[in-house]
């Protein structure tokens, strides 16, 4: 490493040392809590037995309460104890905050003497600090190379989650040949994940970037030429089977990155099957990427606002039907057309915020909520399209759009669940598989 990089480490330090010292005991304990609150909700907690958990100093994010509360979870916890003589990292389980004692570096230690050494391998997970993260996940730690020395021990397969304020989140830090990254880091308002794949904030065109959009292209666009059911009202259209992707691909890949990919791959696939709504087609899916990619990453107001417009350009559409009457025996009645965009909305939100507290199917729930709205945004857009394009355009009679939503008005509900749930169940167990491969991504945030 030169001396340029060792110097713009140690000015970093230095800067971000003073920062974290600059606030104030209540800001620093209220900032602990949420980022406790945020990992405890992650996958990797959750399914984690035995996990190692750095000891707070004053000048980092104050992990007490967690070794409390992940002891009384009855998971395994493990303290690291500083070799001196080894220039190394020891694994200690403890059973109480009570066996930590003062001890190399001013760290609260477990006394060896008094705990039980722990192999690397029965780690599942290890919380790391550092004195600054950037968002690619690179980790700059004190200085002593201790935890990298250690982190280099572990297989792919044990999960590292680094804790930071969000004041020590940079766009980029400098970075040595023996630093080891983290696989996320948690801050108060966010998590971090690394690499590309998932959503991580890297640039579009680098070259890993470019092969993935080009493969989920290429499967979007075969997956279009898949009839899945016809679509009513519309002569030869039909859903294909790459309606279950839009939602998929901006939870993989991020709502701006996913809702490019899904773009050119509707564009795409007018050269296979020929568009129904003046090329305007690609509207649809670009908007349930969207949704679903901003509710993904907690941009709630923003994939609301998509999702209202969406919805309101449907219902002030010249040929739509606010109610639907229905007899049922000797019973009439009238009912809202749009009642289930309406119920998407409570129900998408509250599913994305059990998926923040129901461990077991936390990513079922969530996941199920983004694709729903998405999906119910994608049916709001390509209603609309259907209307003004072979309404107006067409001269399609009021006569024959009253017909349409009529029987839209039965199937429509089915068809969106159906979609909401064939993309959660084949997203969430490819987010859980690439999550397995380090090189390749993890669960998205």
């Known amino acids: 490493m030169g001396d340029s990089t060792c110097d713009a480490k140690d000015e970093l330090r230095r800067t971000m040392r003073e920062k974290i010292l600059s606030m104030s005991e209540e800001q620093k304990k209220d900032k602990s809590l949420k980022i406790i609150h945020r990992l405890k909700g992650l996958e990797e907690f959750s399914k984690a037995r035995c996990i190692m958990i750095y000891v707070s100093k004053d000048d980092e994010v104050d992990t007490t309460r967690l070794i409390e509360e992940t002891l009384r979870s009855g998971k395994r916890v493990v303290t690291p104890v500083v070799d001196l003589e080894k220039k190394e990292l020891i694994p200690y389980e403890i059973s109480s905050l009570e066996e930590l004692s003062l001890g190399t570096f001013g760290v609260m230690e477990p006394k060896p003497g008094d705990a039980r050494r722990v192999d690397v391998d029965e ?44 004041e020590q989140v940079l766009d980029r830090i400098p970075v040595g040949r023996g630093d080891v990254k983290v696989d996320a880091v948690v801050t108060e308002s ?35 030429a898949v009839p899945a059911s016809p679509i009513l009202g519309v002569p030869g259209g039909k859903f294909t089977l790459s309606s279950v992707l839009p939602a998929l691909y901006s939870v993989l890949l991020g709502p701006v990155h996913g809702t490019i990919v899904v773009l050119l791959g509707a564009v795409l696939s007018f050269t296979i099957k020929p568009p129904v709504f003046l090329f305007l087609d690609f509207l649809s899916p670009v908007t349930n990427a969207l949704i679903a990619g901003l ?45 289930l965009h309406v119920l998407a909305i409570p129900v998408s939100l509250v599913s994305v915020k059990l998926g923040d507290s129901k ?11 983004c694709a729903l709205m998405g999906t119910m945004g994608q049916h709001s857009v390509g209603s ?25 008005f039965w199937v429509y509900p089915v068809e969106r669940i159906i979609f909401a749930l064939t993309s959660t169940m084949i997203g969430v167990p490819l987010i859980r598989a690439l999550s397995r491969v380090p090189e390749l991504g993890q669960k998205p945030s």
């Open 295 to 339: 509710l993904w990453r907690r941009k709630t107001w923003l994939a609301l606002f998509t999702y209202i417009v969406a919805l309101t350009a449907f219902i002030t559409g010249p040929f739509t039907l606010l109610t639907i009457h229905a007899t049922f025996f000797d019973w009439s009645v009238d009912l809202p057309f749009h009642w």
């Open 190 to 224: 966010t998590v971090i994940r690394r690499g590309a794949w998932l959503g991580a904030k890297t640039g579009f065109f680098t070259t890993r970037m470019l092969v993935v959009s080009s493969l989920f292209t290429a499967v979007f666009i075969v997956l279009s």
């Open 123 to 166: 780690i599942d997970l290890v919380i790391v600090p550092g004195r600054a993260f950037d968002k690619d996940c690179n980790r700059l730690g004190r200085g002593g190379g201790y935890f990298d020395r250690f982190l280099r021990r572990l297989s792919g397969r044990r999960r590292l989650i680094g804790l930071a304020f969000s």
């Open 359 to 369: 461990k077991e199917v936390a990513l079922w729930t969530r996941f199920f909520g």
């Open 384 to 408: 609309t399209l259907f209307e003004y394009v072979l309404g107006l355009i067409g001269g399609m009679s009021r006569e024959f759009f009253v017909a349409t939503w009529y029987t839209v």
